[in-house]
């Protein structure tokens, strides 16, 4: 996400039931002792883990769980600790659980949208039509959360949440705002989670979402051939997978293309008429005679005509503004334009999810996106009570749900922008029995499905063509906010977790 900062977001690390020394007043830890900015003023070191036990109820179960929320040291070459790293984990006890590691995207988000949004125990209700950041910010029973057939660990990356580096910014931008120094050491910290919880045998699973998707197969292969952790699954929610997708439009059909099906949808879903039979269609008129059309240009005007006509019918849209747009509809000019009439804008993380637009008469959007300014609000104030008063982990640093300081210092390395496709492939092949799920929502602008289904498709058999799916679903790119999207998105997890 290297365009508008993409959020959805969650880094989530689950460390569960490692206990953690308290930091004894008379002998400070070497992380405590690592605490000086060099101006002599001193941050307060972090708690010792703390944990508390709770009970929810999915799917007819009522599952008793302990939630433990703790930090793991970052180190150095040398063995200083020059970061902390906060996690949240839900465990249950049981022979050969699994253990799930979670981590969202930004780079900035931390994974408290994972954790109270898709897959934890309880949930906030944020991302939806109709939600307002005011709206009490009260956890309940999450009846979609994996916790019946996983354990699960949510991991902030440094800088997000509270965790925190511990050097100053011009080293922590080397040493974790980089595309690969961030696959590296939060790569450590899955390691050092299992090793310190003996968990090493257990069976092993990763969930990314949004640019964590962009994460997810470079941690995998990361794990198994630099630090010998070999996953079982891995779960990729509306993710960023392939950066120079969208390069060249001005010549590759390749940038409309991700978009078009995604904006058909949204048409479709307020008409009331999305299904998958439908948005079929619509992909194989996107990847044939749309694709051709805009290939051939100017060399064949009748063709264009056809084109323009057809993407107006497809996307409600006044033929006038397609005809300008020569039938490539960019997405923040479609933002605006669809909802002009009401004085409304959409998101790009779900078009159908809208804001009053408090500059209609503005040449471009001034104003931040609708979703990512409605779900700062009800997440934090959610997450900073669960961490500091349900769990007790008392800290009263500041919690950086989407921190816009590390987009501020991020920075991509020479790879950044060849996405992670190459690694999907490589951890596939690496491992057999590696099963691979990537899930979107049909109306995500910011990470729209096509993409994957077109990396997909291109990818080898390996044998099993089966063991890497993309799957679609009504909503957008936290499409798990939906009940009946969560609902179906828990059922396709269950078949690659193997369980009924």
């Known amino acids: 996400m290297r365009k508008p900062l993409q959020t959805s977001l969650l880094a989530a690390l689950l460390l569960a039931g490692f206990h953690h020394p308290a930091l004894a007043a008379d002998k400070k830890s070497p992380a405590a002792e690592a605490l000086g900015t060099g101006d002599g003023y001193q941050l307060p070191p972090f708690p010792a883990d703390a944990h508390v036990s709770q009970s929810t109820t999915?799917?007819?179960?009522?599952?008793?769980?302990?939630?433990?929320?703790?930090?793991?040291?970052?180190?150095?070459?040398?063995?200083?600790?020059?970061?902390?790293?906060?996690?949240?984990?839900?465990?249950?006890?049981?022979?050969?659980?699994?253990?799930?590691?979670?981590?969202?995207?930004?780079?900035?988000?931390?994974?408290?949208?994972?954790?109270?949004?898709?897959?934890?125990?309880?949930?906030?209700?944020?991302?939806?039509?109709?939600d307002n950041p005011s709206d009490p910010a009260m956890?309940?029973?999450?009846?979609?959360?994996?916790?019946?057939?996983?354990?699960l660990v949510f991991i902030d990356p440094v800088g997000t949440g509270f965790s925190r580096a511990l050097v100053d910014d011009k080293e922590a931008t080397k040493d974790f705002y980089s595309t690969n120094s961030d696959i590296h050491y939060l790569s450590?910290?899955?390691?050092?989670?299992?090793?310190?919880?003996?968990?090493?045998?257990?069976?092993?699973?990763?969930?990314?979402?949004?640019?964590?998707g962009f994460r997810g197969p470079r941690?995998?292969?990361?794990?198994?051939?630099?630090?010998?952790?070999?996953?079982?699954?891995?779960?990729?929610?509306?993710?960023?997978?392939?950066?120079?997708?969208?390069?060249?439009?001005n010549v590759s059909p390749l940038p409309w293309m991700l978009t078009l099906p995604s904006i058909a949808a949204a048409h479709l879903e307020r008409q009331g008429k999305l299904d998958a039979q439908s948005m079929q269609s619509i992909i194989d008129y996107t990847r044939t005679t749309y694709a051709s059309t805009l290939m051939q240009g100017r060399a064949n005007p009748a063709a264009t005509q056809a084109m323009i006509q057809k993407v107006s019918e497809l996307t409600g849209l006044d033929p006038v503004f397609v005809q300008r747009s020569g039938g490539r509809l960019e997405t923040q000019a479609y933002l605006r334009e669809v909802y002009r009439a009401e004085g409304k804008l959409g998101s790009r993380y779900d078009s159908n999810v809208t804001a009053w637009d408090p500059f209609p008469?503005?040449?471009h959007q001034r104003s931040g996106d609708p979703i990512l300014n409605g779900i700062i609000a009800p997440t934090t104030t959610a997450m900073v009570n669960f961490i500091t008063q349900t769990v007790g982990w008392k800290y009263d640093g500041r919690y950086g749900a989407l921190s816009y300081d590390v987009g501020r210092l991020w920075h991509d390395d020479d790879d950044a922008n060849s996405g992670s496709v190459a690694q999907l492939r490589e951890a596939v092949a690496n491992d057999p029995g590696l099963r691979v799920l990537i899930a979107h929502g049909w109306d995500d602008l910011s990470c729209p499905f096509m993409a994957s289904v077109l990396i997909v498709d291109q990818m080898p058999a390996m044998g099993d063509p089966t063991r890497v799916q993309v799957k679609e679903y009504p909503g957008g790119h936290m499409f798990y906010a939906r009940p009946s999207s969560q609902a179906d998105l828990l059922h396709d997890v269950k078949a690659l977790y193997g369980v009924n």
Do not use: C
């Not at 956890?139 to 354990?151: A, C, K, M, Q, R």
């Not at 630090?227 to 060249?248: K, Q």
């Open 219 to 249: 941690i995998t292969d990361y794990l198994q051939t630099q630090l010998g952790v070999a996953m079982n699954g891995v779960v990729l929610l509306s993710p960023y997978l392939d950066p120079a997708a969208s390069d060249d439009e």
């Open 139 to 151: 956890l309940h029973d999450n009846p979609g959360t994996w916790l019946g057939f996983t354990d």
């Open 361 to 363: 008469y503005a040449p």
């Open 58 to 130: 999915a799917g007819g179960r009522t599952l008793s769980y302990t939630a433990t929320v703790g930090s793991l040291p970052v180190r150095d070459d040398t063995g200083k600790v020059i970061a902390q790293v906060m996690f949240t984990a839900y465990t249950m006890p049981g022979k050969n659980r699994p253990v799930t590691f979670a981590l969202n995207g930004g780079p900035g988000a931390s994974s408290v949208y994972l954790n109270l949004g898709a897959i934890g125990p309880k949930k906030v209700n944020f991302g939806v039509e109709g």
């Open 188 to 212: 450590r910290i899955i390691y050092d989670w299992l090793l310190k919880n003996g968990r090493m045998e257990s069976r092993k699973y990763l969930v990314g979402e949004s640019y964590g």
